[in-house]
């Protein structure tokens, strides 16, 4: 393209119309701003106010040259005219070139002077407009003002703010572009100041739109986020600007060459003329490959349908994210920017159909969990204690165990002897460990007022799993430690502790179902519950002694139950025979009753045919024989008095010999004629010359003996 006055004319133009056009749109975002009352919207208005001076100096610079190239050409038909004319003096171009020199001034000072005013002015309004958000301290006499954090517009007015940001987004856009096609032109070098400035527009109004949209459905946190976020792209821009007011001062250029203008912002720049990017990436892919690529037919194919394949893919994409699949053990809520969508409703297994910008949440309801009771987590679970003995005093947890009291047993529940149960109760409070775990799930299906279990679930503890964790146990435990301290020893370590999972699991479930936590116990283990390690001993001492206990009490129900079965054939009949008898004994001498308690009382020892009946049978039988021999004694006493008075000496001699045979009858008898001394032997040895008379078969064989020698 020839560059000539009406080059820059043109170029001037375009400026002109480019700046009435930003100028009027930043009027517009400025009234959509303090209208609606959003801080977000009035700091973007700010942002493109910056812009205005760039449009102006633009418009100086394209104005300038079109004069400076006036200028020359006025020169150049003087330089003809003098040589055709022959003149004898010369013609300077230098002393009449006044406009070329103040374009020089302008692109030496006033231009770098401009940048370094644009720069102070996008960090000053940027602090300035976070001061006044953060702060709300500059305006002392309204209220309003006062309020902390970012003031957002209001639902009913979003929607104006969507239809106009987005026109003017729309916009800016199409005219950024039209600027840096024009400034891939050589003399339109400097309409890319004026492109990054309305792409910078635009990317403002765009993201004010869709927090407008966000704000549409009720969610204030996009422009929250662009009230704190614009002021800080002020003064990154601002930054950017004096970084390249610095490098412009020590970058060396060629004689006639105009720097770049430090107020062209290179970032935005590479969205005002994406093909400059695109340049940049087919040159190193050449480079990579070492051949050109970017001339085979596939590169220049891709390149021309890049755009279809782009939106189709962008439409892939968007319509891969309105389904959501929720698998068979889980059940799932759908989520709009961090609030319940559809009024809550749970889905169950199945695809979802949702909006792009929704979330399905998916809980495994199905999924068993578990929380331990009275055991903390352990340092280094890669532990392996399955081979060792589960024993009292072994190690039952990696982590460490907590300890849990326990109330005092069935004694001690009773006081001492003084009426003081208060002392004896203190001591004898007891410790165990217990490793109980607690596994729970998520209820199915909806509570008493038909509001969804899971709905529960998710509103019993904001946060994460561990928080969500941490208070189930903290509850769980709260249970335990409770029902533990109502029970004995005895009971939480003795044969009565099989009914503690049961008790455990419901008062657990009743806890959480006061929090409305949507949470089902499904089972509670107590078979880790323990003495400490550490009296382990003295706890295995206790029992053995309660076992020797108890084998004693046993062995006296036993030695009880075999002497009762022998005195009246059952342990039953002989207690019933028993109270009998303790009836009996209790009734007075002279009651008319008791006669027939012992007639009872002896006919039940009889019908029970145990020992007691036996022994009163053989009584009974022991008295008719003394009787039966009495009174034969008594009448064959009574048969010999005949022989008595026939013959009363006769009888006395008999009696007296038979008496005496009687008492002698059995010991050893010696005759001796009268008149002999008789020796008594002091060692009581019978002298072998003595005869024994009442041995006559001994003193026979003895006599035979001797006269065989």
């Not at 100096?57 to 003809?80: G, K, N, P």
């Not at 990017?277 to 050109?292: C, E, L, T």
């Not at 389904?323 to 068979?328: G, L, R, T």
């Not at 007296?656 to 009687?662: N, P, Q």
Request: hydrophobic share 45%; net charge neutral; aromatic share 8%.
């Amino acid at each position: 393209m020839r560059i000539n006055h009406e080059t820059y004319r043109r170029a001037a133009t375009a400026a002109i119309f480019a700046s009435i056009f930003h100028l009027v749109l930043t009027c517009v975002v400025f009234v959509l701003g303090y209208v609606v009352g959003d801080d977000a919207t009035r700091v973007a208005a700010y942002s493109m106010v910056c812009g205005l001076p760039i449009w102006v100096i633009l418009v100086l610079l394209f104005h300038q040259h079109r004069l400076e190239r006036l200028e020359a050409l006025e020169h150049e038909q003087l330089r003809s005219r003098a040589d055709a004319a022959g003149s004898i003096f010369e013609f300077d171009e230098n002393e009449t070139a006044l406009h070329g020199s103040r374009l020089k001034w302008m692109h030496r000072l006033l231009v770098p002077s401009i940048s370094l005013a644009i720069a102070l002015l996008y960090i000053g309004l940027g602090l300035w407009q976070r001061g006044v958000i953060e702060g709300r301290t500059l305006d002392p006499m309204s209220a309003s003002s006062q309020a902390p954090g970012v003031r957002v517009a209001a639902v009913t007015s979003a929607g104006y703010g969507i239809g106009i940001t987005a026109a003017i987004a729309l916009v800016c856009f199409v005219v950024s572009w039209f600027l840096g096609g024009m400034s891939r032109q050589p003399a339109w070098r400097l309409l890319r100041a004026g492109a990054t400035v309305t792409v910078g527009a635009a990317l403002v109004n765009g993201a004010l739109a869709v927090g407008y949209g966000f704000r549409v459905n009720g969610n204030a946190a996009v422009l929250e986020f662009l009230g704190h976020a614009l002021p800080i792209y002020m003064m990154a821009l601002g930054l950017e600007i004096g970084v390249a007011f610095i490098l412009n001062l020590y970058t060396p250029r060629k004689p006639g060459e105009y720097p770049q203008p430090a107020f062209d912002s290179r970032i935005l720049g590479l969205l005002a003329a994406p093909e400059s990017v695109v340049k940049s990436i087919n040159d190193a892919i050449n480079y990579q490959f070492g051949f050109s690529v970017t001339s085979t037919w596939f590169y220049q194919l891709l390149s021309r349908q890049i755009v279809p394949l782009a939106g189709f893919m962008a439409l892939l994409i968007v319509l891969l994210n309105c389904v959501a699949i929720v698998q068979p053990n889980e059940q799932g809520i759908v989520m709009s920017f961090g609030r319940l969508a559809r009024g809550g409703e749970v889905f169950s297994s199945g695809p979802i159909l949702k909006w792009p910008w929704e979330r399905v949440a998916r809980y495994p309801v199905a999924e068993i969990h578990q929380v331990l009771v009275g055991t903390e987590a352990a340092a280094d679970s890669t532990k392996d204690t399955e081979d060792t003995p589960i024993l009292w005093d072994n190690t039952h947890a990696l982590g460490k165990e907590e300890l849990i009291i326990v109330g005092p047993d069935r004694l001690a529940r009773t006081g001492d002897s003084n009426g003081d149960a208060s002392s004896t109760l203190a001591r004898s409070i007891a410790v165990v460990n217990a490793e109980v775990p607690v596994q729970f799930r998520v209820k199915e299906g909806v509570d008493a007022g038909g509001r969804p279990e899971l709905l529960n679930y998710i509103d019993f503890v904001s946060g994460g799993w561990d928080q969500r964790e941490r208070l189930i146990r903290h509850i769980a435990t709260r249970a335990v430690n409770r029902h533990l301290a109502s029970l004995s020893i005895d009971q939480v370590l003795g044969p009565e502790r099989s009914r503690l999972s049961d008790d455990l699991r419901r008062l657990i479930q009743q806890d959480l179902d006061k929090w409305n936590a949507g949470i089902e116990i499904v089972f509670v283990g107590v078979a880790g519950i323990h003495p400490p390690t550490d009296v382990a001993a003295s706890y295995q001492e206790v029992l053995s002694a309660q076992e020797m206990s108890q084998s004693l009490v046993q062995e006296a129900r036993r030695l009880a139950t075999e002497r009762l079965s022998k005195a009246a054939g059952s342990a039953a009949l002989a207690r019933s025979i028993a109270a009998e008898i303790e009836r009996l004994n209790a009734m007075n001498d002279s009651d008319p009753a008791r006669v027939e308690q012992a007639l009872r009382v002896e006919r039940a020892v009889l019908a029970a045919g145990g020992e007691a009946a036996r022994k009163i049978l053989q009584a009974r039988a022991d008295r008719w024989t003394a009787q039966n021999g009495q009174l034969a004694a008594s009448i064959r006493h009574g048969s010999s008095s005949l022989p008595y008075l026939a013959a009363p000496s006769f009888y006395q001699a008999k009696e007296y010999l038979a008496a005496m045979r009687r008492a002698l009858a059995g010991r050893q008898l010696i005759i001796v004629p009268p008149g002999v001394e008789i020796r008594t032997n002091i060692d009581l040895k019978q002298d072998p010359t003595m005869i024994n008379l009442t041995n006559i078969g001994a003193v026979t064989d003895a006599a035979n003996e001797a006269l065989k020698n």
